[in-house]
Structure formats: structure tokens, C-alpha cells
């Protein structure tokens, strides 16, 4: 099994910073896409940020962004530590949510590629 692990939430002022952090562990044989979503008080889960695998490019492959962080939010993967990183800068209200990484990956080189889910960490902006 693989086991994703969140860290780098909390509480930060409007047009503050935050690093999210999100590692992976167990039986890895490979790691594709690596997402983060993000899930606001009473809204439904959305998708933020998403890189596919590349193998030079820390950004990953195809980088790709929510409308309402373009800009603002860097995606970005270490594949050597199976670890995806979530920049979040000039954050603001609207931004508060329960964040989640998402980790396409296979634990054999024959088994599927299946979607694990990090435990969410909470972002709060607020003066």
C-alpha cells in the first residue's frame, strides 16, 4: 500500500505565503500525476494544481492550474523523495480550505495505477 502524508498547513494572513508538503511511503514502484485539491466550507472538492512526471523538470510535466490560482500557486515534485510541494503566495480568504494531495502511482510494474489520497491539511487566511 502507499501512504501520503501532508504537512505545512495553518494559519496565515491575507497576501501571506505557505508551503505544502505531501510524501509519499510503502510499496512505490512509480509515481505519475501528483494533484492537490482543496475543499472549502461547504463547497464541493476541487482540483488546484496538478503535475505529470518528468524526469529533469521539478515543475513536472504539463503543470496545470485551478483559474483562481493561476499565478499565485507553484506546483512542484521531488521524485526522488516521492514528494510534491504546493507553494501557495499572496493567499487570501477565499483560499481557506482543507487542502489534499493526490498521488497516481503503481505498486508493481504490472499492478494498476491507482489514485491514493494524502489525510488533508488545514489552510486558514484570515487577518
Known amino acids: 500500500q502507499v501512504q501520503l502524508v501532508e504537512s505545512g498547513g495553518g494559519l496565515v494572513q491575507p497576501g501571506g505565503s505557505l508551503r505544502l508538503s505531501c510524501a509519499a511511503s510503502?510499496?512505490?514502484?512509480?509515481?505519475?500525476?501528483m494533484s492537490w485539491y482543496r475543499q472549502g466550507p461547504g463547497k464541493e472538492r476541487e482540483l488546484v494544481a496538478s503535475s505529470g512526471a518528468h524526469p529533469h523538470d521539478s515543475a513536472g510535466e504539463h503543470p496545470d492550474y485551478a483559474e483562481s490560482v493561476e499565478g499565485r500557486f507553484t506546483i512542484s515534485r521531488d521524485n526522488a523523495k516521492n514528494t510534491a510541494y504546493l507553494q501557495m503566495n499572496n493567499l487570501k480568504p477565499e483560499d481557506t480550505a482543507v487542502y489534499y494531495c493526490n498521488f497516481v502511482a503503481q505498486t508493481t510494474s504490472w499492478g494498476p495505477w491507482t489514485h491514493y489520497w494524502g489525510q488533508g491539511t488545514q489552510v486558514t487566511v484570515s487577518s
Open positions: 510503502g510499496s512505490i514502484f512509480s509515481i505519475g500525476t
